[in-house]
Nanobody, 116 residues
Framework: QVQLVESGGAFVQAGGSLRLSCAFSGSIFRVNAMGWYRQAPGKQRELVAEITRGGITNYADSVKGRFTILRDNAKNMVYLQMNILKPEDTGVYYC??????????WGQGTQVTVSS
């Protein structure tokens, strides 16, 4: 059974920072690449950052240079440090394995709202 619990979302002003956390357990801990997804209002969920067990990272162009994904394999945790936040970063953030589909288990997500 897979469990994903996201936390750390908040209401912030543009230019601010947030750090999101994700605790994962179950069979997903064997997964190599984990990622953070964002679902903006009225839009499809998109992968914004990913990290392998070995620490190789990749980012969507929209967040490159502002977001940093981190992973603690010993604790089964993934983090997303978000700096210089923009209103377009608003959305619900989820963590999951890279290439997760609607058929995967998902957590409840954590809401990030950035005001201009």
């Amino acid at each position: 059974q897979v469990q994903l619990v996201e936390s750390g979302g908040a209401f912030v002003q543009a230019g601010g920072s947030l750090r999101l956390s994700c605790a994962f357990s179950g069979s997903i801990f064997r997964v190599n690449a984990m990622g953070w997804y964002r679902q903006a209002p009225g839009k499809q969920r998109e992968l914004v950052a990913e990290i392998t067990r070995g620490g190789i990272t990749n980012y969507a162009d929209s967040v490159k240079g502002r977001f940093t994904i981190l992973r603690d394999n010993a604790k089964n945790m993934v983090y997303l440090q978000m700096n210089i936040l923009k209103p377009e970063d608003t959305g619900v953030y989820y963590c999951n394995r890279v290439a997760a589909t609607m058929w995967d288990s998902w957590g409840q997500g954590t809401q990030v709202t950035v005001s201009s």
